[in-house]
């Protein structure tokens, strides 16, 4: 994250590929009050650095304490990697029986097996059946064989999953299927801390986490501002910003996870309808007033491409913004007035 500032370049290191720069710096301790009545907290969770920017004003500290310890409880729960999780269980079942889930695990399959029929398939939570093909943190990374790479892209489909709303469970029907909410789940948490938030009489916040924020209202006499990541530059090189009330923009790129083989990059956004990375963009990134459908969206535009991405963003009454192979830029309408262009991004580089 960076501090606010007139320059785009200026501010710590940020690791996301949407950074917020009005809030404090990473390096800040877990709570810093701000001159423009502002507080801003730290924490972790979800595998993710969050920071909540909200009113100083009575109650802050309690519902910033309420916000993380829901979001602890939300990876408890939805984490496909902790082993005594719900959603762990349901991927043990695959093949047998049905499984009884928590309300939040079920209101959130529910929510991706529809964006999965929105998307065309190019978002869909049944992925995790391509787990251990692919590694890209292996310092001698593989390209996993052609026929491995089929076998197991034949188990990924989100219409077999099967929700019984009745009993609250659910099934997968087939061994080796497993899913993996690491596309939405970051999304679905920040819209439940919205709630919070709004609940406990917050009227103007701002929450990011895992690449992602979520706004609400203004900060003081000002609109929220963000800026958005060159996929191809350094961690402090923003090629646009824009001002966002209450939404939530999301980036998705291919410079998080990846590794080159024979100069081709490979990246951690998989095709789930191939079982092989993303061909033709380098980041998309979506704003929606809906925090979960921004998360999956953006994931889906990577995977669908400049022109069927942005359709479908449209359709589903989203904008999103897109850097193509060659670093060029095109977005939905309804962005081209709001995007300040700092400098093109660029055609080439890490």
Known sequence: MRHSTEGARAGPAAAAAVAVLTVAAATLPACRRSADEFRTFHGEAMSTRWEVVIEDRPGAEEAAAAVFSRLVALERELSEWRTGSPLSAVNRAAGGAAVEVPADLFRLLERSRELGQATDGAFDVTWAALWGLWDFRSPAPRVPDAAEVAARAALVDYRRIELDADGRTVRLPAAGMMMGLGGIAKGYALDRVAEMLTGAGFRDFLVTGGGQVLSRGRRGDRAWRVGIRDPRGGPEEFFARLEIGDASLSTSAD????????????????????????????????????????????????????????????????????????????????LETRIERLWPPREAGR
């Open 255 to 334: 410079n998080e996870s990846f590794f080159v083989v024979d100069g081709v990059r490979y990246h951690h956004v998989l095709d789930p309808r191939t079982g092989w990375p993303s061909r033709g963009l380098r980041s998309a990134t979506v704003m929606a007033a809906d925090a979960t459908l921004a998360d999956a969206l953006s994931t889906a535009v990577m995977v669908l491409g400049r022109e069927r991405g942005l359709e479908v963003a449209r359709r589903l009454d989203a904008e999103a913004l897109v850097v193509d192979a060659r670093g060029r830029v095109a977005m939905t309408s309804g």
